[in-house]
């Protein structure tokens, strides 16, 4: 009996807070989803709990649910979201109401369909949504998506161009830096800070990676563009070999 009655309790308020969650929205008392955030937590624990709340905020992502519902939805699939939930994160990100804690969801999900999704998503987004994905890309340095990005770096959206540099910097692998180099060469001078940060970190990341011949190359295209002064020193900041 000890051991059943608190089994039963706990069930039945984590049923109450999915009823909760279905009808939550902004203004709604957020301690009334704490058994949910306990459930979520004791999941890493637990394959079988992990199963049935991802099961349960997944449904949420695909129900009338209001977006401040979904997006606690997509926080708590963050943290325990498998391959089962990414088909409906992915459906949110032309959502601009939901697209950046769907993009968040995805990227700190360790699975490879959650990468594998943010990458195939490119083509089909704009805007805010795009570039939340291509930063997301970048922090994940998914080289896969290096072709992509530098197509991305002659879009006419600054905002996209911009985070596509970014990203290429982050992801810092040989053939990111021939984008950047490349870029270099015609890049206008609005875009020198984006331009010299990207080069800057991807010099530091392939030097980090045993790449010191790449890095010294964009390190040396960078010097030879003649971008902001404080770029010199920042190369010899990097003490690369």
Request: with cysteine; charged share 20%; proline share 5%.
């Amino acid at each position: 009996m000890s051991t059943s009655t608190p089994t039963r309790v706990a069930v039945a308020a984590l049923q109450q807070a999915f009823d909760t969650l279905a009808r939550y929205n902004r203004g709604s008392g957020r301690d009334t989803l704490k058994p949910i955030d306990d459930a979520a937590m004791a999941a890493a624990a637990d394959a079988g709990l992990r199963a049935d709340i991802q099961a349960r905020l997944v449904a949420t992502l695909r129900s009338p649910a209001s977006a401040v519902a979904k997006e606690y939805a997509c926080g708590r699939l963050a943290l325990i979201g498998g391959p089962e939930a990414v088909p409906a994160l992915a459906d949110l990100l032309p959502n601009t109401d939901l697209a950046h804690p769907a993009t968040d969801a995805l990227q700190r999900m360790t699975c490879d369909e959650a990468v594998r999704a943010l990458r195939e998503n490119l083509p089909k987004l704009a805007g805010l949504p795009l570039t939340g994905v291509i930063t997301a890309l970048g922090a994940r340095r998914d080289l896969a998506s290096v072709g992509a990005l530098t197509a991305l770096l002659s879009n006419t959206d600054a905002a996209v161009a911009s985070a596509a540099a970014a990203a290429l910097g982050e992801i810092g692998s040989p053939a990111a830096a021939t984008a950047l180099r490349e870029l270099l060469t015609k890049a206008p001078p609005a875009w020198n800070g984006v331009l010299a940060d990207a080069c800057l970190l991807c010099a530091r990341r392939l030097d980090a990676s045993g790449n010191p011949a790449e890095a010294r190359a964009i390190a040396d295209a960078l010097l030879s563009a003649g971008l902001a002064s404080y770029v010199r020193d920042a190369i010899k900041g990097l003490d690369l070999q």
